[in-house]
């Protein structure tokens, strides 16, 4: 059984335009002067288990990550494909060009949560090796309301028991063949999915829990890459 993980790495990043990091797409943002996408990527092959990396990114920026990879001296297990528009077309063009079999495992994770960290990953591989699928959650911490939108704002309909609730966080893996075959059932039916947990649900396949932290946030908006290297200087990391 072999482990691939695939990181999805041809975002824009327009929530980020508003701050001062207006000038380069999140992934390509440094923390602690290290790429996001290189922090990324090196915490999965920091793991003995996993293969291969795959980099998914738009076509105008793979001599970039090409030029990571030597300068960083990543090595032979990360490769770079052509992503699509969406994070769905770029997990699914990566899929398309694994040399794996229906058995082995494949994590997704966000190219933008830099800071994930090898037992997690591990306990995540183990999952998916036991149940077949599985992510990356972080139990609720607030109270959960769900609403109904009006031209006025949201009203709330229901209150939602935080137990019941996990916020959902990356990596997430499962048997290569249960994934290839839940996008392309989506891709059959046009549906577009918020991540791949979604497309594994709407197939059928139960989807285990590991737990996630705090750490392993997605950089999205202005404030965020500070935010990084507060922890990485907690963690005494260089």
Do not use: W
Not at 15 to 23: E, I, K, L, N, P
Not at 47 to 57: G, S
């Amino acid at each position: 059984m072999r482990v691939f993980v695939i990181l999805p790495a041809a975002g824009i990043g327009t929530r980020m335009a508003a701050g001062s990091h207006a000038a380069a797409p999140k992934q390509f943002l440094a923390i602690g002067g290290v790429p996001v996408l290189v922090r990324s990527v090196k915490a999965f092959l920091e793991v003995e288990r996993v293969d291969a990396v795959c980099v998914a990114v738009r076509g105008t920026e793979r001599e970039r990550v090409t030029q990571q990879i030597q300068e960083y001296g990543l090595g032979p297990r990360v490769h770079v494909v052509e992503g699509g528009d969406s994070r769905q077309e770029s997990v699914s063009n990566a899929l398309a060009g694994l040399q794996s079999s229906d058995d082995d495992l494949v994590l997704v994770h966000d190219a933008v949560r830099p800071l994930i960290d090898a037992a997690t990953i591990e306990r995540t591989i183990d999952a998916v090796e036991r149940h077949g699928a599985a992510i990356v959650g972080l139990p609720a911490v607030d109270t959960i309301k769900q609403v109904e939108r009006t031209a006025e704002g949201a009203i709330i309909t229901a209150t939602i028991p935080r137990e019941r609730v996990v916020l959902a966080q990356t990596p997430q893996g499962a048997r290569v063949g249960l994934l290839r075959k839940a996008f392309a059932e989506a891709e059959a039916d046009g549906f577009a999915g918020t991540d791949e947990a979604s497309l594994l649900e709407r197939a059928g396949v139960e989807v285990a829990v590991v737990p996630g932290s705090a750490r392993n946030f997605k950089i999205t908006q202005p404030g965020d890459i500070e935010l990084a290297e507060f922890y990485l200087q907690q963690a005494g990391a260089r």
